[in-house]
């Protein structure tokens, strides 16, 4: 089984803090994305990468960054964090080929409250 | 307009009884499209994809795509509880360079 973990369940910051996430897959897969997730909002792409040292903005980059040192893992950084960034967090990978046939593969969320 | 539009729900069904989720988008292109399935406080599991008009059975489970209206839809059959989730439509765009996910619709089985 595919298995996508998140290094943190929930994480509680104050305003201003530096946040990483860490994402940490074992298939092999080369593609991996960081969402978050908010009511009534879905799923929001933030980032994702295509392959190591590999990066592309999704739709609601801006406050974040991400880092892609080795296949497995990979992480998404706050760089100063605020209120509004609290959210769900979701990881998720998925195998090389056309993204058309992207199945994708989620870790259990990290939920983050910044205060 | 949104890009991937869903009924938030909540659905309420009785156990037994088919369950009926759609799904719109608004690129013609779009060429893949899921379902996935998230339980309150977890992460969302595939359950279907499609990629050509028409219907796709799985167990209880069926996908019906149809391109030319732009919407997609997931039949559950024989509700179960179990089923009781939100369902989250995505779809893949022509340009292939993202997948857009729908908010998700509440599916509530009654006993």
């Known amino acids: 089984d595919v298995k996508v973990t998140q290094s943190s369940r929930y994480l509680v910051k104050r305003t201003g803090e530096k946040v990483f996430l860490e994402c940490v897959q074992d298939m092999d897969h080369e593609n991996m994305f960081w969402y978050r997730q908010d009511p009534g909002l879905g799923l929001r792409l933030i980032y994702f990468s295509y392959d190591v040292k590999m990066k592309e903005k999704g739709d609601i980059p801006e406050g974040y960054s991400v880092s892609r040192e080795k296949k497995e893992r990979f992480s998404l950084i706050l760089e100063s964090a605020s209120t509004n960034q609290t959210s769900m967090y979701l990881c998720?990978?998925?195998?090389?080929?056309?993204?058309?046939?992207?199945?994708?593969?989620f870790g259990a969320g990290t939920r983050l409250s910044v205060l | 307009q949104k890009e991937v539009e869903q009924n938030s729900g909540p659905l309420s069904v009785p156990e037994g009884a088919i369950a009926s989720l759609n799904c719109t988008y608004s690129?013609?292109?779009?060429?893949?499209f899921f379902w996935y399935r998230q339980y309150s406080g977890k992460s969302p599991e595939l359950i279907m994809f499609i990629y050509s008009n028409g219907d796709k059975e799985d167990g209880r489970f069926t996908a019906q795509l149809n391109k030319a209206s732009q919407y997609v839809s997931l039949l559950i059959r024989d509700s179960q509880p179990s089923d009781s989730a939100t369902y989250l439509c995505?779809?893949?765009?022509?340009?292939?360079?993202?997948?857009?996910f729908g908010s998700g619709t509440r599916l509530s089985i009654r006993p």
């Open positions: 998720a990978s998925s195998l090389e080929g056309a993204m058309v046939k992207n199945i994708q593969y």
């Open positions: 690129d013609r292109g779009s060429q893949s």
């Open positions: 995505a779809v893949i765009y022509s340009s292939a360079s993202k997948i857009i």
